[in-house]
């Protein structure tokens, strides 16, 4: 056993016996929240690994003392700061990994996503999914979760009808055009990105080849509310809640989105693009 999954279950333990001490059940304690009973049970059997706002409302939901919850909130951060590691995030396994990005979004309600190479996870089929996946676990040697972690990923993606909650998706023209699935999967997942594209709460922006881009698309990034920034590296997933890091990517999420083909315009590059699988498939 890691170092990691060792402090991740102390930090279990602790909440367990939080619960325990204020004669709540896991389904108490989720009724509380208005968390899923899955979640607490995972929290509890290091499954996942609890954020600074997981324990800071399990805290007052139990009852904790303000020491109490400040230690919380150090284990915590310290594990997140450990957890972005990609040996120890995935030898937790595709799927919880899954479970934590829900969780992260379930507290958003503005989403502005950049991505040069890839169809975002709320915008992908499960076919593009899966393989995606299959890469991921060659890469990484994660757990064979393949089947778990494709539900997972498509349960997220139920937030897309809530019209609550705004989403911006901006993609490079290669990002549509990389195949990480066979012909016949891009073709499904760019009719996808056609209909996701006209739903009201949602914008998805092109930028076609030969557009001068105004940086160097070096990652994707993620823009949760104003709150943090995720950016994806082959070895690390970095968590930016440093304010000026969160102004730093709006402004470029903003560039980016400038010279994005939007709405109609966008739907035309998506077409003209399911042409050329549609040939490849056809031969």
């Given at each position: 056993m890691t170092s990691f999954q060792q402090a991740r279950i102390e930090l279990g333990g602790r909440l367990r016996?939080?619960?325990?001490?204020?004669?709540?059940?896991?389904?108490?304690?989720?009724?509380?929240?208005?968390?899923?009973?899955?979640?607490?049970?995972?929290?509890?059997?290091?499954?996942?690994?609890?954020?600074?706002?997981?324990?800071?409302?399990w805290a007052q939901a139990v009852g904790a003392s303000p020491a109490t919850t400040d230690e919380l909130i150090r284990q915590s951060i310290a594990l997140l700061d450990r957890h972005d590691d990609w040996k120890q995030r995935h030898r937790s396994g595709l799927a919880a990994i899954q479970e934590d990005i829900r969780d992260l979004e379930a507290r958003t309600t503005r989403f502005r996503v950049f991505e040069p190479g890839?169809?975002?996870?709320?915008?992908?089929?499960?076919?593009?999914?899966?393989?995606v996946f299959r890469k991921v676990k060659r890469l990484y040697s994660a757990p064979d979760q393949i089947d778990t972690a494709v539900r997972v990923?498509?349960?997220?993606?139920?937030?897309?009808?809530?019209?609550?909650?705004?989403?911006?998706?901006?993609?490079?023209?290669?990002?549509?055009?990389?195949?990480l699935a066979p012909p016949e999967v891009m073709r499904g997942q760019l009719d996808r990105l056609f209909a996701v594209s006209t739903l009201p709460n949602v914008a998805f922006g092109v930028i076609p080849f030969g557009t001068e881009l105004p940086a160097n698309p070096i990652n994707g990034f993620w823009i949760y509310d104003e709150s943090m920034v995720g950016v994806a590296t082959m070895t690390k997933d970095l968590n930016l809640r440093d304010p000026d890091d969160i102004a730093f990517y709006a402004r470029a999420f903003d560039d980016y989105a400038k010279v994005?083909?939007?709405?109609?315009?966008?739907?035309?590059?998506?077409?003209?693009?399911?042409?050329?699988?549609?040939?490849?498939?056809?031969?």
């Open positions: 016996r939080l619960r325990e001490s204020a004669r709540l059940s896991g389904k108490e304690l989720a009724e509380r929240l208005s968390w899923q009973p899955s979640k607490v049970s995972r929290l509890e059997n290091a499954r996942q690994t609890a954020t600074e706002d997981d324990v800071v409302a890839i169809i975002a996870g709320l915008l992908q089929t499960s076919e593009y999914a899966r393989h990923r498509m349960q997220r993606q139920e937030i897309l009808y809530d019209r609550t909650r705004t989403f911006r998706f901006v993609v490079t023209e290669s990002a549509l055009r990389t195949c994005a083909e939007f709405d109609e315009s966008g739907r035309e590059v998506i077409i003209g693009i399911l042409a050329e699988y549609r040939k490849q498939t056809s031969h």
